[in-house]
């Protein structure tokens, strides 16, 4: 039987999914509150929704016949879509609201975390009182990382020490008025992502990858979605041991065993400590850029993965090509604080068909733009990635510049990203912390 997958979402993590589902034997159909290019062009269908919608997702699924859903991004997940798609006998690839909490509530994450003993939980205090988290902020002597308990699509944590001082956290905190806060211990190090694959108790694990939250070169400026990422050739990256990859595989084989019944992505955000594998976050989806990285370079079946998931068997094992990648993404001008959303933009796609090389692939992945009739048009989120493929990082770095070749018109982009001088930064960086 040939499967019918329904994808849901519309950035460049979506597009990804979409073409390495495109690379199996099923019939694919997407639904997104914008109109991906990219996504539109391999699907079947595509629609135009409100993806927390949950009766309008289910319905589509089911005018489209649906077998399988794939959910991409966060809010959907919140808003209960796979419940509403598995109650219409329709098998979501995606945790349940109550699973995705471990994103969604970074509050009952910690307790969580604290409750099944999992490695690498930072201390922390959580609060409903904006007053009370002051107080404590004051009366701490450790510098703290302040969150917001909420989704706030990376945006909303400040770390003390890091981006502000204790006045200026406080400040924030009264000014945002959050009706619950995450006070917890900070970490000094160098962060990584872990994406492992989860159904049926088996957990399957992808290479390591490297975000870059700061908006502005150089790691400066407000915190974004994620400007763009890179991966090594093997699992872990330059500035870690394999050992360390291990210890953060173990951090997620401890928390499926927890979560118990989990289908989905359990995505782990560490940091790299002189102390070890620390836990910053868990997401419940694939990372945005981070699947660009990933699903690129894997050679498995992800059509299989979703059957088996379904089928309530193990995963199967994944395999992945010795590729370093390199993903920079292009954001409107004045993101994250002040995007300019509906501008026209030009997106040269030949120059990233040209700036593969023998030795390499270049890939473009659109995100957050809408298609119109005039041509392509940014939102206020990330607008379109590419991604260089070789066999080292400085070569799929140099790849993903060719791709972009000078873009700059309306958008903005972190050049410093999988250059060889930022990866050495973060080795040398471990070093200092390591007193090597
Ligand atoms: P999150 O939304 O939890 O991913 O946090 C956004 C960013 O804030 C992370 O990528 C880190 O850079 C930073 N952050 C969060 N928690 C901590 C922590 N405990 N220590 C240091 N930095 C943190
Ligand atoms: N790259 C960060 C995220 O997907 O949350």
């Known amino acids: 039987m040939t499967e019918t997958v329904l994808l849901v979402g519309g950035g460049g993590r979506e597009h990804a999914i979409a073409r390495t589902l495109d690379d199996g034997d099923c019939d694919?159909?997407?639904?997104?509150?914008?109109?991906?290019?990219?996504?539109?062009?391999?699907?079947?269908?595509?629609?135009?929704?409100?993806?927390?919608n949950t009766s309008a997702v289910t319905s589509y699924a089911e005018e489209v016949g649906a077998t399988l859903a794939v959910i991409?991004?966060?809010?959907?997940?919140?808003?209960?879509?796979?419940?509403?798609?598995?109650d219409a006998g329709v098998f979501p690839f995606g945790p349940s609201a109550e699973g995705a909490r471990i994103e969604t509530d970074k509050a009952y994450q910690r307790r969580?975390?604290?409750?099944?003993?999992?490695?690498?939980c930072p201390e922390f205090e959580t609060f409903e009182d904006t007053e009370e988290a002051c107080e404590y902020i004051d009366s701490s002597t450790i510098d703290l990382a302040v969150k917001p308990a909420g989704l706030t699509g990376g945006k909303g944590v400040k770390v003390i020490g890091d981006q502000v001082n204790r006045e200026e956290a406080k400040a924030y905190l009264r000014e945002e008025e959050y009706d619950r806060i995450v006070l917890e211990e900070r970490f000094v190090g160098e962060e990584f992502t872990v994406q492992g694959l989860v159904a049926n108790g088996s957990l399957r694990v992808t290479p390591a990858v490297q975000d870059h939250k700061?908006?502005?070169?150089?790691?400066?400026?407000?915190?974004?979605?994620?400007?763009?990422?890179?991966?090594?050739?093997?699992?872990?990256?330059?500035?870690?041991?394999?050992?360390?990859?291990?210890?953060?595989?173990?951090?997620?084989?401890?928390?499926?065993?927890?979560?118990?019944?989990?289908?989905?992505?359990l995505y782990g955000q560490f940091m790299l400590t002189a102390d070890g594998v620390k836990v910053i976050e868990y997401n419940a989806r694939f990372g945005d850029p981070e699947a660009m990285n990933t699903l690129?370079?894997?050679?498995?079946?992800?059509?299989?993965?979703?059957?088996?998931?379904?089928?309530?068997?193990?995963?199967?094992?994944?395999?992945?090509?010795?590729?370093?990648?390199?993903?920079?993404?292009?954001?409107?001008?004045?993101?994250?604080?002040?995007?300019?959303?509906?501008?026209?933009?030009e997106v040269d796609e030949e120059s990233v068909a040209r700036a593969a090389t023998e030795?390499?692939?270049?890939?473009?992945?659109?995100?957050?733009?809408?298609?119109?009739?005039?041509?392509?048009?940014t939102t206020t989120s990330r607008a379109?990635?590419?991604?260089?493929?070789?066999?080292?990082?400085?070569?799929?770095?140099?790849?993903?510049?060719?791709?972009?070749?000078?873009?700059?018109?309306?958008v903005r982009i972190r050049h410093d990203i999988g250059t060889e001088q930022l990866v050495q930064s973060r080795i040398d960086h471990m070093g200092e912390l390591r007193g090597e």
Do not use: W
């Open 72 to 86: 991409g991004p966060e809010a959907p997940l919140q808003a209960g879509v796979a419940d509403a798609l598995s």
């Open 112 to 120: 969580f975390m604290r409750e099944h003993d999992i490695s690498g």
């Open 214 to 265: 700061r908006a502005y070169e150089g790691d400066e400026g407000p915190n974004t979605g994620g400007m763009g990422s890179y991966s090594a050739a093997g699992l872990e990256l330059p500035f870690m041991g394999e050992e360390e990859y291990r210890e953060a595989v173990g951090i997620l084989d401890e928390t499926v065993a927890a979560l118990g019944e989990y289908t989905g992505v």
């Open 28 to 52: 694919l159909y997407a639904c997104a509150g914008n109109r991906n290019p990219g996504i539109a062009r391999i699907a079947q269908g595509f629609e135009a929704l409100d993806t927390t």
């Open 384 to 410: 379109f990635a590419v991604v260089g493929i070789a066999g080292t990082i400085a070569e799929a770095e140099a790849i993903a510049e060719n791709a972009l070749n000078e873009a700059d018109e309306g």
């Open 296 to 345: 690129p370079t894997m050679n498995s079946d992800f059509l299989d993965v979703l059957v088996a998931a379904r089928e309530g068997e193990e995963l199967p094992q994944l395999s992945f090509a010795p590729r370093a990648t390199v993903c920079k993404y292009a954001v409107p001008d004045g993101y994250p604080v002040d995007p300019q959303g509906g501008t026209l933009i």
């Open 359 to 377: 030795n390499g692939d270049a890939a473009l992945f659109y995100a957050s733009v809408d298609d119109r009739d005039e041509g392509i048009y």
